[in-house]
């Protein structure tokens, strides 16, 4: 039956994809494996077809008959020619080619026999028929004819609603009815016959085979075992003997290893190893989607892989047994989570107990119990007054805590743990009592004590004196130091403090402290290093930045090395640092967990698809020294593993050619080259070709880029889509092109995929075309040609002289309109303004007021139609400076923001006069009333060009109301007429929609402008 048992599965790290991922739904019905490894889910809303990295959606359309038949697919299967089916509820089955995607459906049509629409599954036998179990019993589907026929089913029972099919390795196939009866049809017979079994197995969701003897039904009554024999009416059906309960199994799968995974309805998922004859829980944490009671699993399936996909109410969730070498906790993250404890400060492990503090609280997790302990604090502490920084285990059962109250103590007794104020401590004001940031404990007894604001404390237990450091360095060098974040110890009594303006350290034999960067000769900043921890292993002080990398001190040769991302380092943030044996050093960052074997200078990084359930690691390391443990914490939980366990998970992804694409066409055979090792494709030298690729990776690591040569002995060069390779105006010839995916953190790299591409010449792009073709056109039109272009010229010379004229006249007209009347109007406007200073009665300073802000009005005015008039100002880049320089002015003036943004360049467009003003008026109308009338505080204006010229214009006020909004030009007032008129004459469009304000689009084709 199942194989040995082997060690239990605990706190396997399941990637969910759900609709946010690109899921039609979040209630996934089934789950298949295609013979290309493609993983596919039908949902209650559509089929989706994943490819590691994207989901495609194939959803019922009503109006599109090339679309899926059904909505809610509760089956699928691929036959032997590479066609897949679909079984949809309340329709029938779709057939989709895999080679194509293309889709056709086979509709149950109401007149036939088969009446029931209802179809629960289907199964494709040994032979390829493909057999439909339905709510009235059994019927098969000819391909061919294109028809459904109904099978008979012998029995005495009125219900025959089939919900699964197996078959036995002697090509017996069996039915399994919704309500416990089991039928079956022997291969030269042509009815289903009722096998007697007597037992009551309740409601039957699943069949799965278990050998060539036995299959597994899961039912509402538990499990039970159907023992094969060759004569099937002799075949019995008996109570499993695996341990379960009498609650609804609604699933059944088994693994690689053997291992029978079991979906309960009411305590999750489980999991039975019959080596051992132990039923396992198979609970993340007890606040875990996997846990009782949060998902109904309906489909349990094994890829080829090893990885085991779950199907339930919450998506798709999918692991790969392979990556489970780290314990997750990850209960300890979600609770500090939902009591805002925040971020993690430090990490400390005693027995089974796992105790996290965060900067707002303290979690103590008894992973035994997989439970949380309770603490209590001394009456004279506040728990919400209480800031954490650091924590220092003294023994099996105290520690002490940096607070912002002070050290405090952790104390573990019988039952639970208290915190309170240590005793030694009791009479130093400067330690009970002030904001203290990290701890150390030094190889003579001692303690230091790093603060914020009383600079470095040095506590000793034997005389109970407390010391105060403020002064580092020597003689010159000395500076008075307040704040100090961090201090760390040696084996050997070297004391070590970082602090704003770098690091200190004081020498076992010696008194003072002295900066780091007098011992060293290599430049570096240390003035801007903030650091994240501290660690003596190997001879050497690692240091580890936010965003400097690890920095490396050799005290002995007086060196200084930093390893960064260059050097094989995951990511230059750094942590967490903790010494192992054998020379190597765990480091936690951001992006990733490596070890770095220290003679070496080498890195192995462990990611995601390594089992970690988070990339980015915070502070806090600790080593269970007896068992070789380590933990570490991560943002989403903390994480253990055994030293010398470790490994990485490479599994190389399978490239797979996806769709093909030339000239922005997908080829219609396109699915076909997935068929082909060497595939190969012709194109004409002026088209392009885009090669789309599947990484069918499952691991939770999609960092992959896509590299590729045009030769074999070329150079890699890197796609800029990274699963997309475009290939254009290349030179005729033939190309030897390799493609492979890389990953950039993993350094995973997938098997090289080979195409042969020709690129072959058009004839009239060759020279020997273009040279006849030239000749051709000079003999038989030289002469028609010089006669066309001699007319053509003179056209051309008199509109030109017409056009002179016209010009010379619009500028002159412009400037008499600015040197006559804009003089006017300018002196007027100074009379009116020297006016307002003399003292007059009220009413006339009201009418001189009004006649100043009407000959301002006239200036602007009088300005735009010079403006328009200039013929230097006919382009559209002119037209854009001038509209940037009107509106950036009007809303400075209003105490209005402006965000504007627009395209880098503009075409050579020339823009008449008339057009310009009309698009000036209509920007100047939306302004105004936006000024006026919305109560806006920011206006952002938006220029797109591509074969259109739109202006989006949006601001934050109160909105414009739909009645007005959608008026018609005989509705509204004379602006809202104005502007849509205007619009109008310019053939273009406008148009106005409420969203958190008014956005107001002006939208006109560049067709419409005169190009030059």
Not at 538 to 562: A, I, M, N, P, T
Request: hydrophobic share 40%; proline share 3%; with cysteine.
């Amino acid at each position: 039956m199942f194989q040995a048992g082997q060690a239990q599965y605990f706190n396997l790290n399941f990637q969910n994809f759900n609709s946010s991922n690109g899921l039609p739904g979040n209630d996934v019905e089934c789950i298949y494996q295609d013979s290309r490894g493609f993983i596919w889910a039908g949902t209650r809303f559509g089929l989706s077809m994943f490819d590691g990295t994207n989901f495609r959606n194939f959803l019922h359309d009503p109006l599109d008959a090339s679309s899926l038949g059904g909505t809610r697919i509760y089956k699928i299967q691929e036959d032997r020619t590479g066609m897949l089916w679909v079984a949809s509820e309340n329709f029938g089955l779709s057939s989709i080619d895999l080679k194509t995607l293309k889709i056709r459906n086979f509709p149950i049509p109401a007149n036939q026999q088969l009446e029931d629409r209802y179809i629960n599954t289907l199964y494709i036998d040994q032979k390829g028929i493909i057999w439909i179990g339905a709510e009235t019993g059994v019927s098969y589907f000819d391909p061919y004819a294109e028809r459904y026929i109904k099978v008979q089913v012998e029995s005495i029972h009125a219900d025959k609603e089939i919900v699964d099919f197996a078959e036995d390795a002697k090509g017996i196939l069996w039915a399994i009815d919704y309500t416990g009866y089991i039928f079956y049809k022997k291969p030269n017979e042509k009815i289903f016959r009722e096998l007697d079994h007597g037992m009551p197995m309740g409601y039957v969701n699943d069949v799965v085979e278990i050998s060539d003897k036995s299959f597994l039904i899961a039912s509402s009554n538990g499990i039970f075992d159907l023992q094969l024999h060759p004569d099937p009416q002799k075949s019995t059906l008996k109570k499993s003997a695996i341990p379960n309960s009498a609650t609804p199994i609604t699933d059944l799968a088994v693994d690689k290893s053997g291992i029978l995974w079991i979906a309960n309805q009411n305590k999750g998922i489980q999991l039975y190893y019959e080596g051992e004859s132990t039923l396992q829980d198979l609970n993340e944490s007890w606040l875990s989607p996997l846990d009782p009671g949060i998902v109904i699993w309906k489909d349990i399936m094994m890829d080829r892989d090893g990885g085991i996909w779950l199907a339930g109410e919450y998506g798709l969730y999918h692991c790969n047994t392979d990556y489970n070498q780290f314990n997750i906790y990850k209960a300890i993250a979600k609770l500090n989570g939902q009591l805002s404890f925040g971020r993690y400060v430090g990490l400390s492990s005693s027995a089974n107990h796992i105790i996290t503090v965060a900067f707002r609280g303290i979690s103590i997790f008894n992973r035994s119990a997989y439970d949380f302990v309770s603490m209590r604090f001394a009456p004279e502490l506040d728990p919400k007054a209480i800031q954490y920084y650091s924590i220092l285990q003294l023994s099996s059962n105290r520690w002490w805590l940096a607070t912002s109250v002070g050290v405090l103590e952790l104390r573990k007794r019988t039952t639970d743990y208290i915190l309170l104020k240590p005793i030694e401590l009791k009479g130093s004001p400067i330690l009970e009592n002030a904001l203290v940031y990290s701890i150390a404990s030094a190889a003579n007894g001692s303690f230091w004590f790093a603060t914020p604001q009383n600079g470095l404390l040095s506590y000793d237990p034997i005389k109970r004196d407390v010391q105060q450091y403020l002064y580092f360095g020597k003689d010159s060098t000395k500076k008075k130091i307040e704040h100090l974040d961090i201090v760390g110890s040696s084996e050997e009594g070297d004391i070590v403090v970082g602090h704003h303006r770098g690091f200190a350290i004081k020498f076992h034999d010696e008194k003072e402290f002295i900066h780091i960067d007098q011992l060293f000769i290599e430049k570096f900043d240390f003035s801007k290093l903030s650091v994240y921890d501290i660690e003596f292993s190997g001879g050497y002080l690692w240091v580890g930045s936010e965003g400097d990398g690890l920095l490396c001190f050799d005290f002995k040769r007086k060196k200084l090395k930093v390893f960064t991302i260059k050097d094989g380092l995951i990511s230059n943030s750094i942590t967490s640092i903790h010494g192992m044996k054998d020379n190597q050093l765990l480091i936690g960052t951001n992006r990733g967990m490596s070890i770095m074997h220290i003679p070496s200078g080498t890195f192995t990084t462990f990611l995601k698809k390594d089992g970690l359930p988070s990339e980015e690691f915070e502070i806090g390391v600790d080593h269970d020294i007896e068992k070789n443990e380590f933990f570490l914490a991560t943002t989403k939980g903390v994480v253990s593993f055994f030293y010398g366990n470790l490994r990485q998970s490479i599994i190389k992804p399978k490239l797979m050619l996806y769709a093909v694409t030339r000239n922005g066409k997908v080829l219609s055979d396109s699915i076909v080259y997935l068929l082909r090792n060497n595939p190969t494709f012709t194109i004409k030298y002026n088209e392009s070709l885009n090669l789309e690729f599947s990484t069918l990776n499952f691991s939770n690591d999609n960092d992959f880029v896509l590299r590729f040569k045009m030769k074999d002995d070329g150079e890699w060069n890197i796609s800029n889509a990274s699963k997309t390779l475009s290939l254009f105006n290349l030179d005729a010839g033939n190309y030897d092109i390799t493609i492979q995916l890389m990953g950039k953190r993993s350094g995973i790299m997938s098997e090289q995929f080979k195409v042969k591409l020709e690129v072959s010449p058009n004839f009239f792009k060759t020279r020997l075309f273009r040279v006849l073709l030239l000749i051709l056109i000079l003999i038989l039109l030289y002469f028609p040609v010089n006669r066309y272009f001699s007319r053509e010229l003179s056209k051309q010379k008199q509109a030109l002289e017409k056009k002179q004229i016209l010009e010379q006249e619009r500028v002159r007209i412009a400037m008499d309109l600015h040197d006559d009347i804009g003089g006017n109007l300018t002196a007027l406007t100074l009379m009116t303004s020297l006016l307002k200073d003399k003292e007059v009665d009220q009413s006339r300073k009201m009418l001189i007021e009004k006649i100043g802000e009407a000959s301002d009005k006239m200036v602007q005015d009088m300005n735009e139609i010079i403006w328009a008039l200039n013929i230097t100002n006919d382009s559209l880049i002119s037209l854009m400076s001038y509209l940037r320089q009107y509106v950036s002015s009007r809303l400075s003036a209003s105490g209005i923001m402006l965000e504007f943004s627009e395209p880098l360049t503009y075409p050579e467009i020339f823009v008449s006069g008339r057009t310009r003003r009309h698009i000036f008026m209509i920007v100047k109308e939306v302004i105004s009333n936006a000024i006026k009338y919305s109560g806006t505080s920011e206006i952002d204006i938006k220029i797109v060009q591509d074969d259109h010229l739109r202006i989006i214009i949006s601001d934050n006020g109160i909105g414009m109301p739909e009645s007005l909004a959608n008026q018609t030009i005989k509705g509204g007032g004379n602006g809202m007429n104005n502007i849509r008129k205007r619009a109008d004459m310019l053939n273009a469009s406008i148009y106005f929609k409420n969203e958190k304000g008014l956005t107001v689009v002006f939208d006109m084709p560049l067709k419409s402008f005169d190009i030059k």
